[in-house]
Each structure stands twice: as C-alpha cells, then as structure tokens.
C-alpha cells in the first residue's frame, strides 16, 4: 500500500478541499406565496414570507 512520504502542508490540504464548495451549488425551490425561485429553510428575498407567514416586511423595488 502506498504511504506518502511528507505530511502534506495545511496550504495543499486547504486547495484541495476547497474545490468541494463550488460543486455545492444552492437549491433553488419556488416560493409558495409569490413563485419566486428561493433557497430551502430561508426566507423568500422577494415577498418575506417563511412557512405560510410573513416574516420579514420587504420594501417595494423602486
């Protein structure tokens, strides 16, 4: 079995395991109240509403 000869240093670990972040792209799933697309388990950006009720109060886009 091949062992490595040197510990690889935290510089080389951490560039190989950031590469894993950017595969994990956001889940995007329409809002019930307005359609519009929003991430799973957060607030809708556009309406405000989270699990049938208003959470947050979203100002009108000028």
Known sequence: ???PKRKPSRSRQRMRRAYNSV???PQLT???QCGAPHI???V???CGYYNGRQVVTV???A
Do not use: F, N, W
Request: aromatic share 0%; hydrophobic share 40%.
């Open 1 to 3: 079995m091949g062992v």
């Open 23 to 25: 595969l994990k792209l």
């Open 30 to 32: 329409p809002c019930a």
């Open 40 to 42: 799973t388990h957060r």
């Open 44 to 46: 809708c950006p556009s």
């Open 59 to 61: 100002k009108a886009a």
